[in-house]
């Protein structure tokens, strides 16, 4: 069994997030806020070498969800599904750029 590793708290608490890698950071989507009562579309980015959270503000603006699917592809992370803050489920694809931190949909 691997050890348990404490990182810092993070920036907020939420569940039926996502969690994917960049490099050597994790960026966290969306979920529901524990302390909320609708699913985010917030940022967070945790630094493995510094061991600490931050807040990133994108530009443009992705649908709040939580229950959804991310993965990190190249310098993007594409983030599916989940539901809205009426319960419903969204069907859509949004993309993530790392770099610029902008966010964009994908039509079909």
Not at 21 to 45: A, R, T, Y
Not at 86 to 108: F, I, K, S
């Amino acid at each position: 069994m691997l050890p348990c590793v404490q990182l810092a708290p993070s920036t907020s608490t939420r569940l039926y997030a996502s969690l994917v890698q960049d490099g050597s950071n994790l960026v966290m989507f969306g979920g529901w806020e524990i302390f909320g009562d609708d699913p985010c579309s917030k940022v967070d980015i945790f630094s493995c070498h510094d061991r600490t959270w931050r807040t990133v503000v994108p530009r443009g603006r992705a649908l709040p969800r939580a229950q959804h699917t991310a993965c990190a592809h190249g310098r993007r992370m594409y983030v599916f599904g989940g539901c809205n803050p009426d319960g419903a489920q969204v069907g859509c694809l949004e993309v993530l750029d790392l770099d610029a931190l902008t966010w964009q949909a994908v039509n079909p």
